[in-house]
């Protein structure tokens, strides 16, 4: 439609003080290329793509660098470097407002990546109506693979959920070649245990003191006594939980004991938040299962494929978001 062409200055300028400075129209409606900016923008905002079927903004490289580089030097609160947005209610189960792909094979490929120099947030993930504010996806495997990995101290302020749970560490007596595991103790209860070793006093008597603390968080206390060394038949708890502290009797004068007490929690975040130890499934969870592979089921089985449209695209299409025709990147 229109072509021009210059060696030092501008090519096409067109400048409008109320309307479209340049506006371009077809397959492709504005094409640029240049040895540092195929098109460049600046305003209020410096680029702004709209489609309706399509990409709104597609960027591409070959050079190995930055496809999209979104910069903002404003120290101001809320201000962006890339951000992403959808407007629809209703979007679609793998719609994206910020989608970030890797399909290289190699060990520190990052799909998104985000940093933070300061106190605040390297990745940020909000949910106001009850869904998940970040989600990790490993194909549902139990085996394989991560669906999130932490390197440092992790803090959860709320309940966690998991099926099972364990420490791994370097073994202690091969820390370089090998690693030792311990599951966590479970409980249908919100228990707390407690232990020690108490020697006797002459009458076979003994005091065991807890910490102040102790029952303002536990109540519902259990016992268990063991005599060590020496056979005590007759040792029994002669005083129960009061005051913070217990009383062991009838044992052996200048014996000793291993006690242990447990105790449920009764502080205000247990009492507000109790854990069921029984729920029926609901809604697209029931008639399937967390684990189905315990089970001989399918992935397709599995709560995470029934509850999750982002699930279902990730399992069904496991080569991945389609990705857009480089010679024809609107799809036409």
Same mark, same amino acid.
Not at 197 to 213: F, H, I, K, S
Not at 291 to 301: I, R
């Given at each position: 439609?229109?072509?021009?062409?210059?060696?030092?200055? /501008? +090519?096409?300028? &067109?400048? %409008?003080?109320?309307?479209? !400075? *340049? #506006?371009?129209?077809?397959? =492709? @409606?504005?094409?640029?290329?240049?040895?540092?900016?195929?098109?460049?923008?600046?305003?209020? /905002? +410096?680029?702004? &793509?709209? %489609?309706?079927?399509?990409? !709104? *903004? #597609?960027?591409?490289?070959? =050079? @190995?660098?930055?496809?999209?580089?979104?910069?903002?030097?404003?120290?101001?609160?809320?201000?962006? +470097?890339?951000? &992403?947005?959808?407007?629809?209610?209703?979007?679609?189960?793998?719609?994206?407002?910020?989608?970030?792909?890797?399909?290289?094979?190699?060990?520190?490929?990052?799909?998104?990546?985000?940093?933070?120099?300061?106190?605040?947030?390297?990745?940020?993930?909000?949910?106001?109506?009850?869904?998940?504010?970040?989600?990790?996806?490993?194909?549902?495997?139990?085996?394989?693979?991560?669906?999130?990995?932490?390197?440092?101290?992790?803090?959860?302020?709320?309940?966690?959920?998991?099926?099972?749970?364990?420490?791994?560490?370097?073994?202690?007596?091969?820390?370089?070649?090998?690693?030792?595991?311990?599951?966590?103790?479970?409980?249908?209860?919100?228990?707390?245990?407690?232990?020690?070793?108490?020697?006797?006093?002459?009458?076979?008597?003994?005091?065991?003191?807890?910490?102040?603390?102790?029952?303002?968080?536990?109540?519902?206390?259990?016992?268990?006594?063991?005599?060590?060394?020496?056979?005590?038949?007759?040792?029994?708890?002669?005083?129960?939980?009061?005051?913070?502290?217990?009383?062991?009797?009838?044992?052996?004068?200048?014996?000793?004991?291993?006690?242990?007490?447990?105790?449920?929690?009764?502080?205000?975040?247990?009492?507000?938040?109790?854990?069921?130890?029984?729920?029926?499934?609901?809604?697209?969870?029931?008639?399937?299962?967390?684990?189905?592979?315990?089970?001989?089921?399918?992935?397709?089985?599995?709560?995470?494929?029934?509850?999750?449209?982002?699930?279902?695209?990730?399992?069904?299409?496991?080569?991945?978001?389609?990705?857009?025709?480089?010679?024809?990147?609107?799809?036409?």
């Amino acid at each position: 439609g229109v072509f021009s062409r210059s060696d030092n200055g /501008i +090519g096409v300028y &067109g400048e %409008s003080y109320t309307a479209t !400075g *340049v #506006y371009g129209f077809g397959q =492709t @409606g504005v094409y640029g290329q240049g040895d540092y900016a195929g098109v460049q923008g600046s305003g209020p /905002i +410096g680029l702004f &793509g709209s %489609s309706t079927s399509g990409n !709104g *903004v #597609y960027a591409y490289t070959e =050079t @190995g660098q930055e496809a999209v580089i979104g910069r903002n030097l404003s120290t101001a609160y809320g201000a962006r +470097g890339v951000f &992403g947005e959808i407007h629809s209610t209703q979007p679609g189960g793998s719609s994206s407002a910020v989608l970030g792909v890797n399909n290289g094979t190699g060990a520190s490929g990052i799909g998104v990546w985000g940093s933070q120099d300061g106190t605040g947030y390297g990745v940020l993930g909000e949910t106001l109506n009850g869904g998940y504010a970040v989600v990790g996806d490993n194909g549902g495997s139990n085996t394989s693979g991560y669906a999130g990995s932490f390197n440092g101290r992790v803090a959860v302020v709320g309940t966690l959920t998991k099926g099972g749970g364990s420490f791994k560490i370097d073994h202690p007596l091969d820390p370089a070649n090998k690693y030792l595991y311990h599951s966590f103790v479970e409980s249908p209860d919100m228990k707390n245990i407690y232990d020690g070793v108490v020697t006797l006093d002459e009458n076979g008597r003994a005091v065991v003191t807890m910490p102040d603390w102790f029952e303002a968080l536990n109540q519902n206390f259990r016992y268990q006594l063991t005599a060590i060394g020496a056979s005590m038949p007759d040792l029994y708890v002669s005083e129960k939980i009061s005051d913070n502290h217990f009383a062991i009797a009838g044992g052996q004068p200048g014996g000793e004991v291993s006690w242990q007490v447990t105790g449920i929690r009764h502080d205000p975040f247990a009492e507000a938040y109790r854990i069921p130890v029984e729920e029926d499934k609901t809604g697209s969870e029931k008639g399937h299962y967390l684990y189905p592979e315990v089970y001989g089921k399918s992935v397709q089985d599995s709560v995470w494929y029934a509850s999750s449209p982002n699930a279902r695209y990730n399992i069904d299409h496991p080569e991945g978001p389609q990705q857009p025709d480089l010679n024809d990147p609107l799809g036409q």
